[in-house]
Protein backbone atom coordinates (compact mmCIF):
# COMPACT_ATOMS: atom_id res chain seq x y z
CA UNK A 1 0.00 0.00 0.00
CA UNK A 2 1.04 3.75 -0.82
CA UNK A 3 2.73 5.18 2.38
CA UNK A 4 0.20 8.24 2.53
CA UNK A 5 -3.69 6.60 2.56
CA UNK A 6 -5.03 10.45 2.12
CA UNK A 7 -3.72 10.82 -1.44
CA UNK A 8 -5.74 8.98 -3.90
CA UNK A 9 -4.21 7.76 -6.95
CA UNK A 10 -4.78 9.06 -10.52
CA UNK A 11 -5.81 6.78 -13.40
CA UNK A 12 -5.17 9.55 -15.72
CA UNK A 13 -1.18 9.61 -14.85
CA UNK A 14 -0.97 5.88 -14.59
CA UNK A 15 -0.11 5.88 -11.34
CA UNK A 16 1.14 2.18 -10.51
CA UNK A 17 3.90 2.54 -7.33
CA UNK A 18 6.96 0.64 -7.21
CA UNK A 19 6.72 -1.68 -3.40
CA UNK A 20 9.74 -4.18 -4.52
CA UNK A 21 13.30 -2.77 -2.95
CA UNK A 22 15.19 -5.56 -4.53
CA UNK A 23 13.84 -4.26 -7.92
CA UNK A 24 14.96 -0.48 -6.91
CA UNK A 25 18.48 -2.19 -5.64
CA UNK A 26 18.96 -3.63 -8.98
CA UNK A 27 18.04 -0.14 -10.85
CA UNK A 28 20.55 1.96 -8.62
CA UNK A 29 23.14 -0.73 -8.52
CA UNK A 30 23.10 -0.70 -12.33
CA UNK A 31 24.44 3.03 -13.22
CA UNK A 32 27.51 4.42 -11.67
CA UNK A 33 27.04 6.69 -8.41
CA UNK A 34 29.27 8.47 -7.12
CA UNK A 35 29.72 11.75 -4.58
CA UNK A 36 29.53 14.09 -8.01
CA UNK A 37 26.64 12.27 -9.74
CA UNK A 38 23.43 14.36 -11.12
CA UNK A 39 20.73 12.33 -10.84
CA UNK A 40 16.93 12.55 -11.59
CA UNK A 41 13.38 10.81 -11.52
CA UNK A 42 10.78 11.19 -13.29
CA UNK A 43 7.40 10.93 -11.42
CA UNK A 44 8.22 9.77 -7.74
CA UNK A 45 4.91 9.06 -6.80
CA UNK A 46 5.28 8.55 -3.18
CA UNK A 47 9.02 8.68 -2.91
CA UNK A 48 9.35 4.66 -2.34
CA UNK A 49 12.17 5.39 -4.79
CA UNK A 50 13.28 8.60 -4.08
CA UNK A 51 14.23 7.26 -0.42
CA UNK A 52 16.28 4.53 -2.42
CA UNK A 53 18.14 7.20 -4.21
CA UNK A 54 18.94 9.41 -1.29
CA UNK A 55 20.77 6.79 0.80
CA UNK A 56 23.46 6.67 -2.11
CA UNK A 57 26.47 9.03 -2.19
CA UNK A 58 25.37 11.52 -4.97
CA UNK A 59 25.31 15.62 -5.42
CA UNK A 60 22.07 16.34 -6.26
CA UNK A 61 18.05 14.55 -7.38
CA UNK A 62 16.10 16.64 -9.22
CA UNK A 63 12.56 14.81 -9.04
CA UNK A 64 9.47 15.63 -11.92
CA UNK A 65 6.16 14.95 -10.41
CA UNK A 66 3.01 15.98 -12.34
CA UNK A 67 0.64 14.88 -9.28
CA UNK A 68 1.35 17.82 -7.26
CA UNK A 69 -0.56 16.23 -4.23
CA UNK A 70 2.29 13.29 -4.22
CA UNK A 71 5.53 16.39 -5.20
CA UNK A 72 4.20 18.08 -2.05
CA UNK A 73 3.79 14.71 -0.02
CA UNK A 74 7.70 13.99 -1.28
CA UNK A 75 9.01 17.50 -0.32
CA UNK A 76 7.63 17.07 3.25
CA UNK A 77 8.80 13.46 4.00
CA UNK A 78 12.26 14.18 2.14
CA UNK A 79 12.51 17.64 1.63
CA UNK A 80 15.18 18.05 4.93
CA UNK A 81 17.35 16.61 2.66
CA UNK A 82 19.34 19.13 0.61
CA UNK A 83 20.23 17.45 -2.47
CA UNK A 84 17.01 17.11 -3.09
CA UNK A 85 14.75 19.52 -5.25
CA UNK A 86 10.79 18.45 -5.95
CA UNK A 87 9.89 19.96 -9.29
CA UNK A 88 5.87 19.99 -9.61
CA UNK A 89 5.13 19.18 -13.03
CA UNK A 90 5.44 17.32 -16.64
CA UNK A 91 9.15 16.05 -17.54
CA UNK A 92 8.00 16.46 -21.08
CA UNK A 93 7.37 20.06 -20.31
CA UNK A 94 11.17 21.12 -19.35
CA UNK A 95 13.27 23.10 -21.39
CA UNK A 96 16.22 20.76 -20.26
CA UNK A 97 18.46 23.72 -20.49
CA UNK A 98 17.80 23.39 -17.35
CA UNK A 99 20.00 20.25 -17.05
CA UNK A 100 22.71 21.58 -18.43
CA UNK A 101 25.10 23.07 -14.72
CA UNK A 102 25.24 19.64 -13.74
CA UNK A 103 25.38 17.63 -17.13
CA UNK A 104 26.00 14.85 -17.08
CA UNK A 105 22.76 13.45 -15.40
CA UNK A 106 21.63 9.78 -14.71
CA UNK A 107 17.59 8.92 -14.86
CA UNK A 108 16.67 6.35 -12.59
CA UNK A 109 12.73 6.32 -13.33
CA UNK A 110 9.77 4.39 -13.13
CA UNK A 111 8.20 5.57 -16.00
CA UNK A 112 4.20 5.99 -16.98
CA UNK A 113 3.49 3.32 -19.34
CA UNK A 114 1.17 5.90 -21.35
CA UNK A 115 3.92 8.03 -22.04
CA UNK A 116 6.99 5.84 -22.58
CA UNK A 117 8.00 6.50 -26.47
CA UNK A 118 7.32 10.59 -25.71
CA UNK A 119 9.72 10.67 -22.64
CA UNK A 120 12.31 8.26 -24.67
CA UNK A 121 12.44 10.79 -27.62
CA UNK A 122 12.75 13.39 -25.16
CA UNK A 123 15.65 11.31 -23.75
CA UNK A 124 16.90 11.58 -27.34
CA UNK A 125 17.09 14.80 -27.97
CA UNK A 126 18.68 15.66 -24.90
CA UNK A 127 21.02 12.91 -25.03
CA UNK A 128 24.39 15.58 -24.75
CA UNK A 129 22.41 16.24 -20.81
CA UNK A 130 23.08 12.53 -20.30
CA UNK A 131 25.57 10.06 -18.90
CA UNK A 132 22.96 6.93 -18.76
CA UNK A 133 20.22 5.61 -17.03
CA UNK A 134 17.51 2.71 -16.15
CA UNK A 135 13.65 2.83 -16.42
CA UNK A 136 10.73 0.63 -15.98
CA UNK A 137 8.81 0.50 -18.84
CA UNK A 138 5.88 -2.25 -20.11
CA UNK A 139 7.80 -5.65 -20.83
CA UNK A 140 5.86 -5.77 -24.49
CA UNK A 141 7.77 -2.24 -25.17
CA UNK A 142 11.02 -3.08 -23.62
CA UNK A 143 10.87 -6.06 -26.52
CA UNK A 144 10.08 -3.91 -29.10
CA UNK A 145 12.90 -1.64 -28.26
CA UNK A 146 15.56 -4.18 -28.54
CA UNK A 147 14.15 -5.72 -31.46
CA UNK A 148 16.51 -6.37 -34.95
CA UNK A 149 14.06 -7.90 -36.96
CA UNK A 150 10.48 -9.84 -37.12
CA UNK A 151 7.23 -9.14 -35.40
CA UNK A 152 7.46 -5.90 -33.24
CA UNK A 153 10.64 -4.20 -34.86
CA UNK A 154 9.95 -1.03 -36.59
CA UNK A 155 10.84 2.27 -35.98
CA UNK A 156 10.91 2.66 -32.11
CA UNK A 157 13.64 0.12 -32.59
CA UNK A 158 16.01 1.39 -35.33
CA UNK A 159 15.95 5.23 -33.78
CA UNK A 160 16.56 4.66 -30.28
CA UNK A 161 19.07 1.44 -31.03
CA UNK A 162 21.02 3.86 -33.25
CA UNK A 163 21.26 6.89 -30.92
CA UNK A 164 21.96 4.56 -27.78
CA UNK A 165 23.18 1.29 -26.15
CA UNK A 166 20.27 -0.63 -23.92
CA UNK A 167 20.07 -3.52 -22.44
CA UNK A 168 17.31 -5.68 -21.17
CA UNK A 169 17.54 -5.81 -17.31
CA UNK A 170 15.28 -7.52 -14.94
CA UNK A 171 11.75 -8.78 -15.96
CA UNK A 172 9.06 -7.64 -13.23
CA UNK A 173 5.36 -9.12 -12.38
CA UNK A 174 2.66 -7.21 -11.37
CA UNK A 175 2.67 -7.69 -7.86
CA UNK A 176 6.03 -5.57 -7.44
CA UNK A 177 3.50 -2.57 -7.60
CA UNK A 178 0.38 -1.27 -5.77
CA UNK A 179 -1.71 -1.70 -7.43
CA UNK A 180 -0.37 -3.72 -9.91
CA UNK A 181 -0.76 -2.88 -13.58
CA UNK A 182 -2.32 -5.69 -15.84
CA UNK A 183 1.39 -6.06 -17.61
CA UNK A 184 4.31 -7.31 -17.01
CA UNK A 185 7.07 -4.82 -16.64
CA UNK A 186 10.94 -4.47 -16.98
CA UNK A 187 13.85 -2.74 -16.12
CA UNK A 188 15.75 -1.52 -18.89
CA UNK A 189 19.31 0.41 -18.84
CA UNK A 190 20.09 2.50 -21.53
CA UNK A 191 23.65 4.81 -22.98
CA UNK A 192 24.25 7.20 -25.29
CA UNK A 193 26.37 6.47 -28.24
CA UNK A 194 29.60 7.99 -27.77
CA UNK A 195 29.87 7.72 -31.63
CA UNK A 196 26.98 8.15 -33.68
CA UNK A 197 27.02 7.17 -37.33
CA UNK A 198 25.97 10.72 -39.54
CA UNK A 199 23.43 10.19 -41.50
CA UNK A 200 22.41 12.51 -44.61
CA UNK A 201 18.85 14.68 -44.16
CA UNK A 202 18.36 12.78 -40.78
CA UNK A 203 15.19 14.11 -39.99
CA UNK A 204 13.53 13.21 -43.57
CA UNK A 205 15.56 10.07 -43.09
CA UNK A 206 13.49 9.10 -39.77
CA UNK A 207 10.42 9.96 -41.98
CA UNK A 208 11.37 7.10 -44.55
CA UNK A 209 11.56 4.63 -41.52
CA UNK A 210 8.26 5.74 -40.68
CA UNK A 211 6.76 4.86 -44.31
CA UNK A 212 8.51 1.97 -44.65
CA UNK A 213 6.88 0.51 -41.39
CA UNK A 214 3.78 2.05 -41.90
CA UNK A 215 1.99 -1.24 -42.91
CA UNK A 216 4.47 -3.64 -41.34
CA UNK A 217 2.72 -7.11 -43.42
CA UNK A 218 3.24 -5.22 -46.61
CA UNK A 219 5.84 -5.35 -49.00
CA UNK A 220 8.62 -2.37 -48.99
CA UNK A 221 7.41 -1.61 -52.92
CA UNK A 222 3.66 -1.10 -51.67
CA UNK A 223 4.72 0.96 -48.65
CA UNK A 224 6.84 3.23 -50.48
CA UNK A 225 4.58 3.25 -53.54
CA UNK A 226 2.19 5.80 -52.44
CA UNK A 227 5.21 8.21 -51.31
CA UNK A 228 7.54 10.24 -53.29
CA UNK A 229 10.28 8.55 -53.87
CA UNK A 230 12.37 7.74 -56.93
CA UNK A 231 12.65 3.78 -55.60
CA UNK A 232 13.97 2.71 -59.60
CA UNK A 233 17.66 2.02 -58.85
CA UNK A 234 15.99 -0.23 -55.69
CA UNK A 235 16.67 -3.59 -55.85
CA UNK A 236 13.47 -5.72 -56.51
CA UNK A 237 14.33 -8.29 -54.23
CA UNK A 238 14.31 -5.64 -51.26
CA UNK A 239 11.39 -4.16 -52.83
CA UNK A 240 9.55 -7.65 -52.17
CA UNK A 241 10.45 -8.33 -48.63
CA UNK A 242 8.74 -6.43 -45.59
CA UNK A 243 10.50 -3.77 -43.45
CA UNK A 244 10.68 -6.29 -40.73
CA UNK A 245 13.55 -8.17 -42.52
CA UNK A 246 15.56 -5.37 -43.34
CA UNK A 247 18.41 -4.04 -41.43
CA UNK A 248 19.28 -0.78 -40.12
CA UNK A 249 22.45 -1.01 -43.20
CA UNK A 250 20.06 -2.30 -45.59
CA UNK A 251 17.97 1.44 -44.79
CA UNK A 252 20.66 3.60 -44.53
CA UNK A 253 21.98 1.57 -48.07
CA UNK A 254 18.95 2.50 -49.65
CA UNK A 255 18.84 6.18 -48.07
CA UNK A 256 21.66 6.43 -49.77
CA UNK A 257 20.79 5.14 -53.68
CA UNK A 258 17.96 8.14 -52.79
CA UNK A 259 20.18 10.45 -52.19
CA UNK A 260 23.05 10.04 -54.87
Known amino acids: MPISKNIRLKKKFGQHFLRDKSVVDAAIDRVSIS ?8 G ?3 GFLTREILKTNIARLW ?6 EWA ?8 SD ?26 IANLPYQIT ?15 EGVVMIQEEVAKKIVKTKGRGYGYPSLFLQHYFDIELMRKVPPSAFYPPPKVFSRLIY ?3 KSSVKEITEEKKFWKFIKICFRQPRRTLRNNL ?9 FDKKILAMRAQQLAMSDFLHLWDLLNN
Open 225 to 233: SQAHFNIEN
Open 72 to 79: SYVKQKFG
Open 35 to 42: NEASVFEI
Open 117 to 131: FPILYMLQRNRNMIA
Open 44 to 46: CGD
Open 63 to 68: VFEIDP
Open 190 to 192: FKP
Open 82 to 107: ERLTIFDENILDVDFELFKEHKPWTL
